[in-house]
């Protein structure tokens, strides 16, 4: 489903990734972890668009997304829950995940502004959507409240709302755990096992190791921007580059890289 | 929940149409200098509900808008100088404004915050320039015996009509921008004024929303242009100044940025204001640079008091203390209740929700 060959980008001559390849099958849910400054938020905004990678591909569904804008590539699909809350301020929960909907549906400013016939049915079409998100992610009782006036458990759930308004094929989720107490993040792995259920193909950057490991397929250990170890999480556990990365240890296969 | 949004819905609707009625049967009381200034207000409030869906919801700032209004202006008095029909001239007034807006905002949108306010003012400063250069355009003196708006042989004519033509333009101009703002589009823009990478990441073509934007608003200022030179009869460069642009701005921030009201409730308070200050100061005994004092003074006075005092501007700061009012009668009508209003308030607005006018 998702593709990446060679991977790089740098930053004033430092690479921040470098040489990525990963391949995530249809329906898989990929872990992405490794300790600060690997370069997972890079990467992620290499997928989603809003930055150009400095060599490598993205293949996502058998096409490569080179030169694809960010909003094309929602529109292929492809969604994205970002690192903090990003909601839109001033707008209710409701209306922040109808924006969501923009990835599937047309209608613009002439049919809007003047009322044509196929405007109302779409604006019908994007609340009810809106609303089954919302209470997928079990926030229907919040509708109307304004989204900055959320507690962070709930911006981050109302995220993935949008994020799901949009009918993903393949979730980026940066971080979604970040910040969030034992109980919102017990109720946001639920979230996620129940979306990996419905087939939706994730990636899952994370701090939080124990929540990667309970719920991914597999997982991808990223350390200075490359690839150091992919496998099971058992595999991935037990590999002793990991553990280096994770003690911070510049071990030697690392060094002599 | 839904039983009082509807009912505030109504209450909304109810005043709208009771704003309409009133405002469409002053004219008929006004003497004409009245009927002067209510026009130059009208259309003032045309101009800012064009400034502040761009600022107010979509988040991007013109300080260049004083120039399309000079284009719609423009184009109106070129076309009936030159014995084109009036209408088509009216007509061609947005068009043309808007187009520019199109060409203007394809390079400048790509600013942001500070950089593109002086972008837009700079370019409304070359704008004139170019019009005063132009010989064909009238020049520095600017074009004069601008014949009357009309069909065929039947034409407006006293200042009544054209308070009416303004009237018409700006309960089109405020239909438009409800339609758009409660609609997919509309919350698209919403959304790039507070995050444009989580806005195109849902799906929202930001640049191109930007600019139909900014084009759209560039048509409103046209449209308000093209009365204008109809109205007055006589167009120049010296009428499109760059305070004209800020007067705009000032005007759909005091009314209250992200509301459909705010515009014209902003455009009737700066320009009555105005009105009244200027009166004040060009009474016997005044100093002569009194009424420029004034004019000029309370432009600072009134954005600094409201930033201060009421930042969200006078309609916000008015439907809350409306919202306040009943429930706290609410309240005194039967005790307990105040806590149930408390949790409809977030929700039951009148008016669009605010985004903050403070952003990058």
Sequence with gaps: MLTTENLARS????????????????????????????????????????????????????????????????????????????????????????????????????????????????????????????????????????????????????????????????????????????????????????????????????????????????????????VIAEGTPDAVSRDPRVIAAYLGQESSDAASR | MTGRLTSARLVGAGAAAVVAVVTALLPLFLDSSQLTVYTELLLSAVVTTGVSLLLGYAGQISLGHGGFYAAGAYTAALMATHGMPSLLGLACAPLVAGLLGLLVGMPLLRLRGHYLAFATLAFQLILLAVIGQQSSMGGDIGLSGIPALGIGSRHISDFRG????????????????????????GRGLRALATSEMAASSSGVPVGRYKLVVFSLSAAFAGLAGGIFAFFIAYVAPGSFGVLVSFQFVVMAVVGGLGTLWGPLVGAATITLLLQWLNDLGARPGMPDYAPQVFSYAVYALLLVLVVLFLPRGLVPAGTDALRLLARRRLARAQPGADAAGAADATGAGVEEPVPSPQRQ
């Design chain 2, 162 to 185: 054209y308070a009416w033509v303004a009237w018409l333009a700006l309960v089109a101009v405020m239909i438009l921008t409800r339609n758009i703002v409660r609609s997919r589009p």
């Design chain 1, 11 to 226: 930053f004033g001559g430092v690479f921040a990734v470098n040489d990525v390849s990963i391949s995530v099958p249809k329906g898989e849910l990929r872990g992405i972890i490794g300790p600060n400054g690997a370069g997972k938020s890079t990467l992620f905004n290499l997928i989603s668009g809003h930055l150009a990678p400095t060599r490598g591909e993205i293949t996502y569904v058998g096409r490569s997304l080179a030169g694809t804008a960010p909003h094309r590539r929602a529109r292929e699909g492809v969604a994205i829950v970002f690192q903090g809350a990003r909601l839109f301020h001033g707008m209710t929960a409701l209306e922040n995940v109808m924006v969501g909907a923009h990835a599937r549906t047309s209608h613009g400013f002439a049919s809007a502004a003047l009322r044509l016939p196929g405007h109302r049915r779409e604006e019908r079409l994007i609340a009810e959507r809106a609303k089954e998100a919302l209470e997928q992610v079990g926030m229907s009782d919040f509708a109307d409240v304004y989204a900055e006036s959320l507690p962070l458990g709930q911006q981050r759930r109302l995220q993935v709302a949008r994020a799901l308004c949009g009918q993903p094929e393949l979730l980026l989720l940066d971080e979604p755990a970040s910040g969030l107490r034992l109980g919102e993040r017990q109720i946001l792995a639920d979230l996620l096992r129940d979306l990996h259920e419905k087939g939706i193909t994730m990636l899952l950057v994370e701090h939080d190791v124990s929540m990667v490991m309970s719920l991914a397929d597999r997982i991808t250990v990223l350390d200075l921007g490359t």
